[in-house]
Nanobody, 123 residues
């Protein structure tokens, strides 16, 4: 599976962005998906994950209520809608995919990763 993340950019605090992650190469619907982020000088951290069916989701406490993960299996794409953005959301956002579980908050349980897209939130 090849993953291509897009949609990052510069936005003011309080604004919104929608990230997309398009998958290709193999069937998409059997994989759970997730978003992680890595800020400068920090380790990569979990943001959100979604089951292959789309019915189950899980969020980091820091983004709960502001971010929404969703997927369109017909388009082989997973999305991350980010609202009420804060400067501390500034990071490179990565999408990942994996199998053999419903979803995961652990990056080592993901099999494939996209290249990352930069989100910068100005104050």
């Amino acid at each position: 599976v090849q993953l291509q993340a897009s949609g990052g950019g510069l936005v003011q605090a309080g604004g919104s962005l929608r990230l997309s992650c398009a998958a290709s190469g193999r069937t998409f619907s059997g994989y759970f998906m997730g978003w992680f982020r890595q800020a400068p000088g920090k380790e990569r951290e979990f943001v959100a994950t979604i089951s292959w069916s789309g019915y189950s989701t899980l969020y980091a406490d820091s983004v709960k209520g502001r971010f929404t993960i969703s997927r369109d299996n017909a388009k082989n794409t997973v999305y991350l809608q980010m609202n009420s953005l804060k400067p501390e959301d500034t990071a490179v956002y990565f999408c990942g995919s994996g199998t053999n579980r419903r979803y995961s908050v652990n990056d080592y349980e993901y099999d494939y990763w996209g290249q990352g897209t930069l989100v910068t939130v100005s104050s």
